[in-house]
């Protein structure tokens, strides 16, 4: 019979508990910095492609969340507590803050752009100092990279020339 007050055991021990929360915490602050940022974004650009931008950027907001959960989950569910509070957040991202007001669509992408490029680093690093740590881990920084990365395409196409 299972004690219900212990936290289930995953077979991992404390350090690769502490190793994952260190690779996975700055990931999910930069992911909900992005979610933030990309809502103020959303609704503030202007422009003749608004419609789509602006359901777009509602897209890379939804997807930011559920990552930023899906990294923070893992680290709890290796026994460790996650800090997403936003003074947290805000102290630690390295995103820039983005411009008050209305926005071209054309800015509003590029600041949303340079943040998922911020959280990309991240998620870079989180996949190199895990890949020996815990592959379970490293997959899920995997799953994020690959949809930032299409994210990131998705709205850099609309203001790319070439």
Do not use: C
């Amino acid at each position: 019979m299972t004690d219900i007050q212990t936290a289930p055991k995953t077979g991992s021990n404390a350090d690769v508990a502490a190793g994952v929360a260190q690779y996975l915490t700055p990931v999910v602050h930069e992911l909900i910095a992005l979610a933030v940022n990309g809502k103020q974004a959303h609704w503030h650009v202007r422009g003749a492609n608004f419609i789509a931008v602006h359901e777009l950027l509602d897209e890379v907001v939804a997807h930011a969340q559920g990552w930023s959960d899906l990294a923070a989950e893992r680290v709890v569910a290796l026994g460790l507590p996650i800090d997403g509070r936003l003074a947290t957040v805000a102290s630690k991202t390295g995103a820039e803050n983005p411009k008050l007001g209305f926005l071209p669509y054309d800015e509003a992408i590029a600041g949303v752009v340079a943040q998922i490029d911020v959280a990309t680093e991240k998620v870079n690093a989180a996949i190199d100092g895990l890949a020996e740590l815990d592959p379970t881990s490293q997959d899920v920084a995997i799953e994020i990279r690959r949809g930032l990365d299409k994210d990131r395409w998705f709205l850099f196409s609309h203001i790319a020339v070439k």
